[in-house]
């Protein structure tokens, strides 16, 4: 519902959140791949991941609408072409921050981090996943469901 009126639009929302289960399938196939178990902690590394990719999509969209309710008002294309060329430098460096600070902790460099090597491979694995992702899918699903949007 926040989204919703942050976008003034039920349509929105729904580009915006395609791109959730892309993390948590990133971070379910680290943690099978690595021998790691679900737990307390790779549950919170879903969490914070789930909201890294929500952050990277509501970038893209927002941009999206600015550019095609901006005085010059671009077609829908041009503005999702134009979203993803101004917006790639913002969600890369966002994901590879998050995957080099879960990078230490993956390793188990330094006291206690034995523990939270589930969680930093879940976060390195759905975030990878979920940014290589969201960069097709959210333009796309918002191509797509832009059809349904009763405002424009």
Known sequence: MILAAQFNSFVHPLAVLMALPFSITGALGA???????????????????????????????????????APHSLDLHAALLAAARVRLRPILMTSLASVAAALPPALAIGPGAESRIPMAIAVIGGISLSTLLTLFVVPCAYALLDRLNTSR
């Open 31 to 69: 943690l099978y791949l690595s021998g790691q178990s679900l737990n307390l902690y790779s549950m919170i590394g879903i969490i914070l991941l789930m909201g890294i990719a929500k952050k990277n999509s509501i970038l893209l969209v927002e941009f999206a609408n600015q550019q095609r309710d």
